[in-house]
Antibody, heavy 121, light 109 residues
Framework: EVQLVESGGGLVQPGRSLRLSCAAS????????MNWVRQAPGKGLEWVSR????????NYADSVKGRFTISRDNAKNSVYLQMNSLRPDDTALYYC??????????????WGPGAMVTVSS | EFVLTQSPGTLSLSPGERATLSCRAS???????LAWYQQRPGRAPRLLIY???SRATGIPDRFSGSGSGTDFTLTINRLEAEDFVVYYC??????????FGQGTRLEIK
């Protein structure tokens, strides 16, 4: 069974940093691109970042570009989101998602339960 | 900037009826790389439809997708109580951001 489990969320002051982790299991991790999607309380879904299976392609939403960095460790079946210079509008539930297609683009067929990040003084 | 506009924002129907949800793109979606997701309260989204019209694994055939280019539709036949939640469309074509629509809430009339 495919599982994605996020960790590392919490309460952080504006301007500080936080690193989210996503542990994957139940599939051949290094065959698939991975993404982070966030959802502010009571709001819709916002795509945040994507990393290809081989880490060569990394994309970011304009709202986080220059502040967030996505990475992965295929040996540990994990993907990460380093979040720097956090702002109150980064407050959201952050989902780790798996792309459906191997080594290419695809919709997000598996989602983790999410990790809550709250940015507040 | 690529924008997906979903309509209506809220749709009020009764169980047993048919729901028609719209998703309009500000530019053509390459290769019809358009997906629909369902989100229940307190849960992560679930993939329903991809490639505009293909059902994801385990999705009942009451759910169907159609459209191409800039106009896409999610149709839900014979609405059941568990269907009255929020639905999002998303484009996942070659040029991120992989934009989501703002969502349509399906509520019981």
């Amino acid at each position: 069974e495919v599982q994605l489990v996020e960790s590392g969320g919490g309460l952080v002051q504006p301007g500080r940093s936080l690193r989210l982790s996503c542990a994957a299991s139940g599939f051949t991790f290094d065959d698939y691109g991975m993404n982070w999607v966030r959802q502010a309380p009571g709001k819709g879904l916002e795509w945040v970042s994507r990393i290809s299976w081989n880490s060569i392609i990394r994309n970011y939403a304009d709202s986080v570009k220059g502040r967030f960095t996505i990475s992965r460790d295929n040996a540990k079946n994990s993907v990460y989101l380093q979040m720097n210079s956090l702002r109150p509008d980064d407050t959201a539930l952050y989902y780790c998602t798996k792309q459906m297609s191997t080594r290419g683009l695809g919709p997000f067929d598996k989602w983790g339960p999410g990790a809550m990040v709250t940015v507040s003084s | 900037e690529f924008v997906l506009t979903q309509s209506p924002g809220t749709l009020s129907l009764s169980p047993g009826e048919r729901a028609t949800l719209s998703c309009r793109a500000s530019q053509a979606v390459s290769d019809d790389y358009l997906a629909w997701y369902q989100q229940r309260p307190g849960r992560a989204p679930r993939l329903l439809i991809y490639g505009a019209s293909s059902r994801a694994t385990g999705i009942p055939d009451r759910f169907s997708g159609s459209g191409s280019g800039t106009d896409f539709t999610l149709t839900i036949n014979r609405l059941e109580a568990e269907d009255f939640v929020v639905y999002y469309c998303q484009q996942y074509a070659s040029a991120p951001p992989h934009t989501f629509g703002q969502g349509t809430r399906l509520e019981i009339k």
